[in-house]
């Protein structure tokens, strides 16, 4: 006696989380501003330390240890711009 629709919706959800845009940009600060400074990218940066631009990109996603950031700080320091 009754007609009956059913519809069923199938909602992807990307579980991964993002986290909010600029949240990275505090994480290594100096070492950020020294390389906008200088003109040079991760890849540059990649390039001068001996590893490729996506280990750069990993390592600037955490705060670094004092030591390793004034290692990379004094590799940016010694290019000309």
Do not use: H
């Not at 069923?8 to 906008?36: C, H, L, P, Q, S």
């Not at 890849?43 to 240890?65: A, C, H, I, Q, Y």
């Amino acid at each position: 006696p009754y007609n009956c629709i059913i519809v069923v919706v199938v909602v992807k959800v990307n579980t991964k989380f993002y986290k909010m845009k600029g949240m990275n940009d505090m994480r290594n600060k100096e070492i950020r501003n020294a390389m906008k400074q200088k003109g040079i990218t991760q890849w540059k940066l990649g390039e001068l330390l001996g590893v490729s631009e996506n280990t750069v990109n990993r390592k600037l996603r955490k705060e670094l240890p004092e030591e390793e950031k004034q290692k990379i700080l004094e590799v940016i320091n010694s290019c000309g711009k």
